[in-house]
């Protein structure tokens, strides 16, 4: 009987021994197996649905279509094509300050000649007038103190024109080409007798510029403007001419 038990015993412990053993084998050939299914495969056999491939550093962003997300390389600037410039006019060239100053000028004179701004577009012209306006006259004069006709229109005509005259109005009338009042132009100049004995002789002279209206040195009211339909420079006008460059 208790031989009985003794084996009872001894076959017991070799049980639950073998239990043990085969707990421990089970658990590590369930480790193998898990590591085994997820080992992560070769990226080279990555491929994507109609066998679109992916290289590293790119964004799939549609079907067909990728973006670099790299960084991108210093990007090589076509050189811009030469383009034509046009030749501005000359008072488009000039300082802001200026263009106000021609701003004013036109208007103020279009209200004197009786014309329109965009007719006068001779702003050295509308300057040089602006600069005089007002000078009294002055016989044989030649300053802003005073000055007398002939010494204005060779003023006027070498500073906006370029055009050198002689010094008195009978000169400047010799050496013109005559026009007729109806091909009259700006810059050409009006000739008048307005005295004394010899009724041919030129005593007066003024720059047509528009409307019938020409600049001059009057003897009564200094450089202005009048119009060449008043009674008396319509009575005294001996012709007009063109000068000669």
Same mark, same amino acid.
């Given at each position: 009987?208790?031989?009985?038990? !003794?084996?009872?015993?001894?076959?017991?412990?070799?049980?639950?021994?073998?239990?043990?053993?085969?707990?421990?084998?089970?658990?590590? #050939?369930?480790?193998?197996?898990?590591?085994?299914? &997820? @080992?992560?495969?070769?990226?080279? #056999?990555?491929?994507?649905?109609?066998? !679109?491939?992916?290289?590293?550093?790119?964004? @799939?962003?549609?079907?067909?279509?990728?973006?670099?997300?790299?960084?991108?390389?210093?990007?090589? !600037?076509?050189?811009?094509?030469?383009?034509? @410039?046009?030749?501005?006019?000359?008072?488009?060239?000039?300082?802001?300050?200026?263009?106000?100053?021609?701003?004013?000028?036109?208007?103020?004179?279009?209200?004197?000649?009786?014309?329109? @701004?965009?007719?006068?577009?001779?702003?050295?012209?509308?300057? &040089?007038?602006?600069?005089?306006?007002?000078?009294?006259?002055?016989?044989?004069?030649?300053?802003?103190?005073?000055?007398?006709?002939?010494?204005?229109?060779?003023?006027?005509?070498? &500073?906006?024109?370029?055009?050198?005259?002689?010094?008195?109005?009978?000169?400047?009338?010799?050496?013109?080409?005559?026009?007729? =009042?109806?091909? =009259?132009?700006?810059?050409?100049?009006?000739?008048?007798?307005?005295?004394?004995?010899?009724?041919?002789?030129?005593?007066?002279?003024? !720059?047509?510029?528009?409307?019938?209206?020409?600049?001059?040195?009057?003897?009564?009211?200094?450089?202005?403007?009048?119009?060449?339909?008043?009674?008396?420079?319509?009575?005294?006008?001996?012709?007009?001419?063109?000068?000669?460059?």
């Amino acid at each position: 009987m208790k031989l009985n038990l !003794i084996i009872s015993g001894l076959a017991a412990l070799v049980f639950m021994t073998s239990c043990n053993s085969l707990k421990s084998i089970t658990s590590k #050939d369930t480790s193998s197996t898990v590591k085994q299914n &997820t @080992v992560r495969p070769d990226r080279r #056999d990555l491929k994507f649905i109609d066998n !679109i491939e992916v290289t590293p550093g790119n964004v @799939v962003t549609s079907k067909h279509t990728t973006i670099n997300t790299r960084s991108p390389k210093k990007a090589t !600037i076509a050189p811009t094509p030469k383009q034509t @410039v046009s030749k501005r006019e000359p008072d488009s060239t000039l300082s802001k300050a200026d263009i106000e100053q021609a701003d004013y000028l036109q208007i103020k004179y279009a209200v004197k000649f009786d014309a329109t @701004v965009e007719k006068l577009n001779n702003i050295p012209l509308l300057q &040089t007038i602006e600069h005089w306006w007002g000078t009294p006259y002055h016989l044989g004069g030649t300053t802003e103190s005073g000055i007398d006709c002939s010494a204005f229109t060779q003023t006027v005509m070498q &500073t906006v024109y370029g055009i050198p005259l002689l010094r008195t109005a009978q000169e400047q009338y010799n050496n013109a080409e005559t026009v007729e =009042l109806e091909n =009259l132009q700006e810059g050409d100049l009006l000739f008048f007798h307005t005295g004394g004995r010899h009724a041919r002789n030129i005593s007066h002279v003024g !720059i047509y510029v528009l409307n019938n209206k020409f600049v001059h040195a009057s003897t009564s009211s200094g450089v202005t403007i009048s119009d060449l339909n008043d009674g008396y420079w319509k009575q005294h006008y001996k012709g007009a001419g063109r000068a000669k460059k």
